[in-house]
């Protein structure tokens, strides 16, 4: 089938590189030309595991190529992706602004039976107001479905989830369009969930705002077993092995970040109060998250207690591991809640410096080696779990630091394997 995905971030060429890798003939599409010329040449403007190798196979193929003409890309195509950003607005709400401009383009150049899918993740109600739009801004009548079908893959490991995904939902009313949905997925073989509109709509929220929930839950007992002296990694696996609550999302932390969590969950509470329902649950949700970083900073701070101009060495910067995502990362918190006047503070992360670069504090020196970071350094802080950090030469580091003591916000080092080494480990809820 012929596909369109407008909007090449993080969704979009995940969404066209998989598409054409099972078979379809993809075009993706961006206003921004610098990224679509990028894009022509087989350079990725993110880092995502797999992605570029993907990319590469797909274009030299012959099922994926890349337009920054968003007309021709609504003309060639039979089912078109809306997978543009929808950041928060000022109340907290999602700004559906760059969706309609998208749909008033898609009614300019609708010159056939289409259907619009709306891949990003939109409020209930998104499907009749892009409706809305194409029919207010078409020349001539033409049919079309909107229909919804969000998206869950998780950055880092998006190829994958996208190819193998747990299920996938379509919100329409069309028969028509969801016969075609379950054409166009069909080799990936997984459960399809065909709904309403709005039923598809809110799953997306939902799922979102349930996770992010688990994570401020096991963060707050994390915080329950500092004060109590228990270990909350040992706590999140005998919670885990009982089927009803699972192991995932269980790890304590600096809280949630990324670029769907807190937004989907400000979304949500917005949503609901437009609707007269105060979202108390997910209000306490929100709260914990950002005091969780508070606490964090705090707690760096009062591990460079009477060190003067201290050293941080700090290891991993984006939002998650496998990823160079910034938006809404923990570290963009934590690292400007110790960054007093006279410490320096040297960072290492494997791709997300770039990004990090134009959100931290000037203060933040960024450096390629992780050794360069720990360099006489007072205090390591750990913000992201990258695997590579778990396999660094820990005696070196401990022979390179002024005082060797490791901040292990993620809980991801081995405390006993660091101890014996001579480290103070500090972890979050152990
Ligand atoms: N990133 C994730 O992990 C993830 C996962 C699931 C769902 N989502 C949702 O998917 C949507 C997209 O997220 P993202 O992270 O890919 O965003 P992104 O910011 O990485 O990409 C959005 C792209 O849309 C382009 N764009 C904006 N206006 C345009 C227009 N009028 N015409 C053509 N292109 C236009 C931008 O230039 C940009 O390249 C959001 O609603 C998000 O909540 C994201």
């Not at 079908?149 to 028509?176: C, K, W, Y």
């Not at 166009?184 to 709904?195: D, S």
């Not at 009803?244 to 949503?271: Q, T, V, W």
């Amino acid at each position: 089938m012929k596909v369109t995905t407008i909007g090449s971030g993080y969704v979009g060429l995940v969404t066209g590189a998989c598409l054409a890798h099972i078979g379809h003939e993809v075009t993706g599409v961006d206003i921004d030309e610098a990224k679509i010329a990028r894009l022509q040449t087989g350079k990725i403007p993110i880092f995502e595991p797999g992605l570029e190798d993907l990319i590469a196979v797909n274009m030299a193929d012959g099922r994926l190529t890349f337009s920054a003409d968003v007309a021709e890309g609504v003309r060639s195509a039979d089912i078109i992706f809306i997978t543009v950003g929808t950041p928060s607005d000022e109340n907290g709400g999602a700004d559906m602004r760059y969706v309609k401009v998208v749909a008033k383009t898609i009614a300019g150049s609708l010159d056939r039976y289409k259907i619009i899918v709306n891949k990003s993740t939109v409020p209930v109600g998104s499907t009749i107001l892009v409706a809305k739009v194409i029919q207010e801004n078409l020349s001539d009548p033409r049919e079309f479905d909107v229909i919804s079908n969000p998206e869950f893959l998780r950055e880092g490991s998006a190829v994958e989830d996208f190819m193998h995904p747990d299920r996938i939902v379509v919100g329409t009313d069309s028969q028509r369009a969801a016969g075609l949905m379950a054409e166009l997925y069909r080799p990936l073989n997984a459960p399809l969930v065909i709904t309403d509109a709005a039923s598809a709509e809110m799953i997306k929220y939902a799922s979102n705002c349930f996770l992010a929930t688990k994570v401020s839950f096991i963060n707050a007992i994390a915080n329950i077993c500092d004060a109590v002296g228990a270990d909350v990694k040992e706590v999140a696996l005998g919670m885990g092995y009982d089927k009803r609550i699972g192991f995932e999302f269980l790890r304590a932390g600096p809280g949630f970040g990324g670029s769907c969590f807190p937004k989907d969950s400000r979304a949500m509470i917005y949503i609901a109060k437009e609707h007269g329902y105060d979202f108390e649950l997910l209000r306490g949700v929100m709260d914990i998250n950002a005091n969780q970083k508070r606490l964090i900073a705090k707690k760096a701070n009062s591990l460079l207690d009477g060190i003067y101009n201290a050293r941080i060495g700090v290891f991993g910067l984006a939002f998650k591991p496998n990823t160079d995502d910034m938006r809404d990362a923990p570290a963009l918190d934590v690292i400007p809640g110790v960054a007093k006047r006279g410490r320096t503070i040297l960072a290492y992360d494997p791709v997300a410096a770039a990004n990090a670069k134009e959100l931290l504090p000037e203060q933040v020196q960024y450096v390629d080696d992780p050794f360069e970071a720990v360099r006489d350094a007072d205090l390591l802080l750990v913000l992201t779990e990258w695997d590579e950090f778990r396999w660094l030469d820990w005696r070196r580091i401990k022979d390179l630091m002024k005082n060797a003591v490791v901040y292990d916000t993620r809980n991801c080092l081995d405390p006993q394997n660091l101890r014996r080494l001579g480290f103070v480990y500090q972890g979050v809820g152990r």
